[in-house]
T-cell receptor, first 111, second 114 residues
Framework: SQQGEEDPQALSIQEGENATMNCSYK?????LQWYRQNSGRGLVHLIL?????REKHSGRLRVTLDTSKKSSSLLITASRAADTASYFC???????????FGQGTRLTINP | DAGVIQSPRHEVTEMGQEVTLRCKPI?????LFWYRQTMMRGLELLIY????????DSGMPEDRFSAKMPNASFSTLKIQPSEPRDSAVYFC????????????FGPGTRLTVL
């Protein structure tokens, strides 16, 4: 089974609203990353948070990490139509290089 | 930099035929990953290489699948013989193992096996 599981599976909001997606994982991790995938394209790295960090910002993105609950959240503020995409969390276990991706959240921003 | 390059972008073949997917990683990256993405199973890691050596092939579905990395700038994923259930989008990604494991994905190959 996938290490990371996103919630919700699909999210539809109005442009300008904030979008929050959650990710849960099962084992101890080194880093947690978030990726975006536009329809018909490859995944693009958005942001990485290390296991010893609790919060990180990048532009309109805010990521939190709670290692005690083995969960992370991705917040996109002031959403735009161009943010419409699928968002995946990915974790790498301590000492391992490969990433394990969740099933993704499909985000739709309505104009 | 051109990014990760994959070819072909689309492949339509008939059941039983051999399929070869190709990948050129980003120059300087020493790790390469092959993934398969379907609606039902999501994104699955098939195999990954570090310094051209296969490290983990536990995700390869069966013996019909094989992957090679003869040098640092080229890798192939071969399916022989192909079956309809192999229809999926196959992604190649590369990274530099000395960093944070951020992976750079290619555009993918959409494979349809009839």
């Amino acid at each position: 089974s996938q290490q990371g599981e996103e919630d919700p599976q699909a999210l539809s909001i109005q442009e300008g609203e904030n979008a929050t997606m959650n990710c849960s994982y099962k084992t101890s991790i080194n880093n947690l990353q978030w990726y975006r995938q536009n329809s018909g394209r490859g995944l693009v790295h958005l942001i990485l948070i290390r296991s010893n960090e609790r919060e990180k910002h990048s532009g309109r993105l805010r990521v939190t990490l709670d290692t005690s609950k083995k969960s992370s959240s991705l917040l996109i503020t002031a959403s735009r139509a161009a943010d419409t995409a699928s968002y995946f969390c990915a974790t790498d276990k301590e000492g391992a290089q490969k990433l394990v991706f969740g099933q993704g959240t499909r985000l739709t921003i309505n104009p | 930099d051109a990014g990760v390059i994959q070819s072909p972008r689309h492949e339509v073949t008939e059941m039983g035929q051999e399929v070869t997917l190709r990948c050129k990683p980003i120059s300087g990256h020493n790790s390469l990953f092959w993934y398969r993405q379907t609606m039902m199973r999501g994104l699955e890691l098939l195999i990954y290489f570090n310094n051209n050596v296969p490290i983990d092939d536990s995700g390869m579905p069966e013996d019909r699948f094989s992957a090679k990395m003869p040098n640092a700038s080229f890798s192939t994923l071969k399916i022989q013989p192909s079956e309809p259930r192999d229809s999926a989008v196959y992604f190649c990604a590369s990274s530099f193992s000395g960093s944070t494991n951020e992976q750079f994905f290619g555009p993918g190959t959409r494979l349809t096996v009839l």
